[in-house]
Every structure is written in C-alpha cells, then in structure tokens.
C-alpha cells in the first residue's frame, strides 16, 4: 500500500533530520576526534559542504542519485564537496560500492557528462583490518548509512601529490609536525600518507575505542529509526 502524500513526506522531513543529526556525530566523534581526515573539520564548520538526503531504497534504483548529481553539477555555485546519504538503502558494503561504480558509469555516459565530481562509497560495515594502509580505508569510512563523498575534481588537482581519492585539504587543522610532512618532499602520493597515518592512528588508539565509538552512534541511530517506526510506521533497515 502506498503512503498517503502527506504522511510520506513528513516521514522523509523526520528522517531526514535523524539521518544528518547521526552523520554529524560520526564527523564530529570519529572523523575528528581521531583525525581520520585532518580537513574535515574546517570544511564541515565552514558550512560549505552539501549534505543531501537521498531516500532511495532499491540498489537498481540510481534515478534519484544521478538527478541528484545533475543538480550539483550545474549549480551555479556548486560546493567542492558533497555527501549523498542513502538512509534507506539496504545493502552490503561491496554492493553499495558496485552501486557507486554503476553511477559513476551513468554519469559518464550522460549527455553533457557529468564528471566533474571523484566519488567515493562510505558504508557501516567494514572490519579493521591493520595489514595494509589501504585495506584499512574502508573501515575509516564506516559512515552510519551508505553515503557517496563527492568532491570536485578542480579541488583534487589543487592538493599537490594527491593522485587519486577523495581527500580536501584543510592546512588550519594540522599539527605542525603534520604540515611539515605535507609540504616536504615526498615520493609518495599525499593520499598514500594519509593511509599510511590512519593506520598508525588506529593502531595507537586501539581499534576497540574506535569501535566503541561507532558502536554508540550505530545504536543512537537505531533509537532515531525506533521513533520513526512508533510516528509513522516505517524506518529505515537495521545496520549490522
């Protein structure tokens, strides 16, 4: 049976607001507190970074995302960075990153193409897993719901040895000893230093703090889906 108009928009009005208070947890409790992204706090407090909600529920559905993409792209003013977040979408971590892959070929393939934007897939679950850098990334991107980072590739190409991914760099926010590294000389890619400093981070920290802390937001977001459930009847899927 379909939601009467009135009733499906107020359940999306209340779930998007319980969708981005619980993502603002996760950047303020998580991203920044263990410095997983030393810019992410100058680019959230700046107020420059798009949130949008998206309420798609069906991982063939990707209408929604690329009009979603449209619109960013030919905004006047379209922000450097933005977040689609999926607080209805059901799926694993590598199917939300096959999803990410499918709308990423859509917006190539799209007339004018919509390529001005690098996406990166976000998702709740995902181990720690400490053998490599990189294989620790998805797991300091363990988001409360799916969401896709979206950051213009003009900014990218101004971040000096960042040859690929989704970083946006925030110099106010790094230690001193941070911005030496950045601005000295390296071989290696900033990407692969940053990797390389979050491995080092969550080894210090110790996993099971970290997790701690995903595990408190994960239930607060879950209490927010109880209420949805008990005003209108729906919420969102339980996240493992």
Same mark, same amino acid.
């Given at each position: 049976m @379909?939601?009467?108009?009135?009733a499906t928009h107020?359940?999306?009005r209340d779930l *998007?607001?319980?969708?981005l208070?619980?993502?603002?947890? /996760?950047?303020? +409790?998580?991203? *920044?507190r263990?410095?997983?992204?030393?810019?992410a706090? =100058?680019?959230? +407090?700046?107020? +420059?970074?798009l949130?949008r909600? %998206?309420?798609?529920?069906?991982?063939?559905d990707?209408d929604?995302s690329?009009?979603?993409l449209?619109e960013?792209?030919?905004g006047?003013?379209a922000?450097?960075i933005? %977040?689609? !977040? /999926?607080?209805?979408?059901?799926?694993?971590?590598l199917?939300?990153?096959?999803? @990410?892959?499918?709308?990423r =070929?859509?917006?190539?393939? =799209?007339s004018?193409k919509l390529?001005? /934007?690098a996406?990166?897939a976000f998702h709740?679950?995902?181990?720690?897993?400490?053998?490599h850098?990189d294989?620790?990334v998805?797991?300091v991107?363990?988001?409360?719901?799916? @969401?896709l980072q979206?950051v213009?590739?003009? =900014?990218?190409?101004r !971040?000096?040895?960042?040859?690929?991914?989704t970083a946006?760099?925030?110099?106010?926010?790094?230690?001193?000893e941070?911005f030496k590294?950045?601005?000295?000389p390296?071989?290696?890619?900033?990407? *692969?230093? !940053?990797?390389?400093?979050n491995l080092l981070?969550?080894t210090?920290v110790g996993p099971?703090v !970290?997790?701690a802390?995903l595990?408190?937001i994960?239930s607060?977001?879950?209490?927010?889906? *109880?209420?949805?459930?008990?005003?209108?009847?729906?919420?969102?899927?339980r996240?493992?």
């Open positions: @379909t939601l009467p108009t009135t107020d359940f999306e *998007e607001r319980a969708t208070a619980v993502y603002e947890r /996760y950047a303020v +409790e998580v991203v *920044e263990f410095g997983l992204c030393p810019w706090r =100058a680019a959230r +407090e700046s107020g +420059e970074v949130l909600v %998206l309420f798609s529920a069906n991982t063939d990707l929604g690329l009009a979603a449209r960013l792209s030919e006047e003013d922000p450097d933005a %977040l689609f !977040i /999926y607080p209805l979408l059901d799926t694993s971590r199917g939300f990153e096959d999803y @990410t892959r499918r709308l =070929a859509l917006a190539e393939r =799209a004018p390529d001005a /934007y996406m990166a709740p679950n995902a181990a720690a897993d400490l053998s850098p294989k620790l998805p797991y991107r363990r988001s409360p719901d799916p @969401t979206l213009k590739n003009s =900014a990218l190409s !971040i000096k040895g960042l040859t690929s991914g946006f760099l925030d110099v106010s926010a790094l230690s001193v941070a590294a950045l601005t000295e390296a071989a290696k890619p900033l990407r *692969e230093r !940053i990797a390389e400093q981070t969550v210090q099971d !970290i997790e802390v595990g408190d994960a607060g977001r879950e209490r927010e889906h *109880e209420g949805l459930l008990a005003r209108h009847g729906r919420r969102g899927p996240r493992a």
